[in-house]
C-alpha cells in the first residue's frame, strides 16, 4: 500500500469514526484533516479521491462530506467484519417479484466495486467481456421502476462465477452469494 492510499484509508476511517458510522452525518473535510496535521488543500485532495471512489459524498460547497455505504463496506472489509457499518453488503434479495429500494441501492453499490475489480483485476478479455455485458444487463434491470428479482439473481450468479479463484475478488464473490442467498 503505498503513503498516499494509506492517507486515503486513514481519512476514511477518521470520517467514519466523526461521523459515527452515520452515512446521513456530515463533518468538514478540513476538520477531519486538521485532525489528521493537513492543510486544507491536503485534506481536499484526499476528500475528493474518495468522493471519486464512491466512498465519500459531497454535501455542500463549504466542505461538507458524509460516508457512504460503499465507505463503510470498504473499512468493513480491513476490520475483518468487526465494524459497524454492516448494512447494504449483508442484504440478501427476498423471494418478492420486485427488489426493494433498498436492494437496489445495495446492488449498485456491488456493481460500482465489480466494475472496479474489473479495470484493476486480472481477467481474460473474453471474462471481462462477459462480466461488462452481465454488469450492462443488470444495471439495465435495476433502471426497471419494479426490477424483477429472479432476474438480478440469476445476473448476480453469473457475476460470481468469473469472479472465483481470484483472491483481489474473493470477497466480492462471497458478497453475491449471501445476496442471492
Do not use: W
Amino acid at each position: 500500500m503505498s503513503f498516499d492510499e494509506v492517507m486515503i484509508q486513514n481519512f476514511l476511517e477518521r470520517l467514519c469514526q466523526m461521523s459515527d458510522g452515520d452515512v446521513s452525518k456530515e463533518v468538514s473535510m478540513y476538520e477531519i484533516g486538521g485532525s489528521m496535521g493537513l492543510d486544507r488543500p491536503e485534506a481536499g485532495a484526499l476528500a475528493e479521491e474518495l468522493i471519486i471512489d464512491g466512498y465519500a459524498e459531497l454535501k455542500n460547497l463549504t466542505g461538507g462530506i458524509s460516508i457512504t455505504p460503499a465507505g463503510l463496506r470498504l473499512l468493513n472489509l480491513d476490520t475483518g467484519g468487526h465494524g459497524e457499518g454492516q448494512g447494504e453488503d449483508q442484504f440478501v434479495l427476498g423471494d418478492g417479484e420486485a427488489v426493494t429500494p433498498e436492494g437496489v441501492e445495495a446492488i449498485e453499490g456491488l456493481v460500482e466495486e465489480i466494475r472496479k475489480a474489473v479495470g484493476e483485476g486480472r481477467f481474460t478479455y473474453s471474462q471481462v467481456e462477459e462480466l461488462v455485458i452481465d454488469l450492462k444487463t443488470l444495471q439495465i434491470q435495476l433502471l426497471s421502476s419494479r426490477p424483477k428479482t429472479n432476474i438480478v439473481r440469476e445476473v448476480l450468479r453469473s457475476l460470481a462465477t468469473p469472479l472465483e479463484g481470484k483472491p483481489e475478488t474473493e470477497r466480492l464473490k462471497n458478497t453475491i452469494i449471501k445476496m442471492i442467498g
